[in-house]
């Protein structure tokens, strides 16, 4: 196999159109571009956040200073503004490319502002996941070079207000768009605080035209080289050496084999759900219909379950919180359609991973890449160990597919070229056979919420504007739901995605108030008596009632 060509990746004008700048779509990147394309929009990505303002500030003012922040974004990280195009061929995929068109000058920019930014005064007593089921079913962009990311406000009061990221899954992955959230409201802090000085240093700073030349690369030009090890005089390590995220070679080229093989072995050993609406959800005829369901511990829940994964004296052997909510997860299809015991099918999924860790130092930092920076490998979790306890013992089934999980990721960790590979990787995926609708589950784990979504503005002295919840989802045309995990002020965080035509929203429903019994089956109360299994109301589609007292994932 010959090395792909990289330049294919990089950014270049357009010789045809002044000001254009275009690059190829790689790796995830065309992945996402082909499901939004084949599958009505599956996969666009949504970002929601509550916030409390310090001072009140009437809704027009408010919706003046989110406007100028989504400006100065647009200065900041111009691929706010991209857009996508295809080259269309007979024999085979189409060709995407992302492409940046620069602000011609302070007119053009606002009519970008005028096309992408909504105040929804309408919302005031509904939900952010309210919005996004109204609008978000529609997939973007639906034709090239339409407009792919946008901004919902809706004020709640004069001190609360929502905003609502609503984008194509090309261009950003989920952590990205929590990047671009920070910085978002980074500059409405600033505008907030002083808006005159603050628009006044912010139009001596934009000269429109020329951010093309500061489009972020794709990631497979900004890879981490070698870093040795730092250590003091006394020979004491300060920061561990790190090796190169290697894009060419001996092991760049088993890297991508032994990804390859994964996927190609596992996808068809993959354990399926089977309570599925009948007849089955045909795309070909039927939009789907996203709807998302949220589960969040408590404070004291969410220790008990950290606290789980430890093993005394054995650091090694210990679980994290992700371990155990994926070998809870794992139970899920198996519960719901029990394989025989001779089984050699696999809990498989697609292992996403945040590629951040493997870039070079520049583009390292928690807010320095807010683009597509994730590496996938399959995970395979046998599901036979679904027969070696009675399911009656969910503790150690939870903690069994755990440790399954965790020799897993520990295999990914090891991969050399795991983000490297990722242009090549999505070459070979779109060139050969289209799998069949996926009905297993999907996941992601978000982690901490605060790493890339900053909770308060400024981080220091008297917030200005502080978040209070949030929430990240994605559209689904695919049967398989798509699950995420993650923590907001000490509490863990479950919510599902699914298409409510494909899968019944009882079910769904039944499967999260499962899924949180099975992680609260490995926490036990100091007096050793179990917890009991969360009701249905704790389940919610993110009611006004709860929104407030509850973080929303």
Known sequence: MELIDFNRFVWRTDDKIPGRYLREAGGGEVIEDMWKLTKHGEQNLFLGVYADLSTPLEADSLFDHVRKAWKSLRWEVPTLAATTSHVWHEDKPPTTFIVYDVGISDVDVDLWINETVEMHLEYKDRTLDDLRYDFGQVPIPVNDYDRQTFLYLVPYSPTKFGLLIRTAHTTFDGAGIKILMTKLLMHLEKYVSDATEYTREQDALMRWGTEGERLLPIVTEILRKHEPAVVDDRGVVLVKELPAEVREGKEYFECLADVMNGLVSGIPRAHRF???????????????????????????????????????????????????????????????????????????????????????????????????????????????????????????LVLDFAKAVKKEYAKQAAYTSLVAIEPQQGDLMMN???????????????????????????????????????????????????????????????????NELAVDVNVVQGWMNLWAELLLSVAVEETGRDYIRPGQDEVRQGSRSSFWSCVCM
């Open 274 to 396: 089977k309570s599925f609406i009948e007849p089955p959800f045909d795309s070909k005829t039927t939009m789907p219909k996203t709807r998302r369901l949220q589960h969040t511990f408590t404070v004291e829940e969410s220790k008990k379950i950290q606290a789980a994964g430890a093993v005394p004296d054995d650091p090694i052997q210990k679980l994290t919180v992700n371990h155990l909510v994926l070998g809870a997860l794992c139970l899920l299809p198996l519960i719901d359609n029990p394989p025989p015991p001779n089984t050699d099918a696999l809990v498989f999924y697609y292992g996403l991973v945040d590629g951040r860790p493997r870039l070079d130092k520049k583009y390292r930092g928690s807010l320095d890449y807010p683009g597509y920076c994730l590496g996938m490998s399959g995970l395979h979790i046998p599901a036979s160990i679904f027969h070696q306890h009675p399911i009656e013992d969910k503790k150690a």
């Open 432 to 498: 050969g056979p289209a799998p069949p609708p996926w009905s297993g589950p999907l996941y992601s784990a978000d982690g901490k919420g605060a790493v890339y979504l900053h909770p308060r503005y400024p981080a220091e002295g008297k917030p200005v504007i502080e978040i209070t919840d949030f929430f990240l989802g994605l559209n689904k045309c695919d049967p398989g739901p798509f699950f995420r995990c993650s923590e907001w002020r000490g509490r863990i965080m479950l919510s599902v995605d699914f």
